[in-house]
């Protein structure tokens, strides 16, 4: 009677592992489903992220507009303006004058590389515009603006001469316009 005891519970213990077993492959299979099904969103999801981006660049180049007396071109000196706060933080001590100096020379560095050419037109609505009406006007436009390129984030570029809007795109249908004059910024998405 005890034997037969043991092998009930030692029955009930292999369907209960089995019962758990399954349980999680049920629950696997549900979520690797919404896993599937979500990462065709990711590189709108990434054009999303690049979208306030923008915003947030548009913003702080036509307050820099506005501060530099509203002229037709600016140089965009993102990289500039960091080693001046490097530099104000310098203090008597050599050591940390020979740090702080050390640190200030790699930021020139960075800065010779990359922010001393990018000067950028202007509307005179005070929103960035492009050199030449084509799409590489635009991507060039997006390089200046993002420091990044179109091509290595996977978005395609339209250029509409009509409208005077540079449109940026992601494979899933999502898409950000910039229209010129305006600097006004539509992003859409689509739900799929």
Known sequence: ML???KADGDLLK???RVIAIVVVLTLLAIFGGRYVNTTSNIGGRGLE???NRFLNVLAMVHSQWLASGRPHKMQLSWHHMASN??????SNDNAVLQDAASKIDAID???DLVGTDNWISMSDQGWPTIDTNDV?????LWGHLLATNVQELNI???YQSDENICRYHSGNEASLSYQLQTGRVIFLMSDR
Not at 85 to 90: D, L
Not at 136 to 140: I, M, P, T
């Open 3 to 5: 034997s037969q005891q």
């Open 14 to 16: 292999v369907y209960g």
């Open 49 to 51: 992220f690049e979208h």
């Open 85 to 90: 706060v490097a530099s104000s933080k310098v």
């Open 109 to 111: 560095t960075d800065t």
């Open 136 to 140: 590489q006007g635009c991507e060039q």
């Open 156 to 158: 395609a570029v339209d």
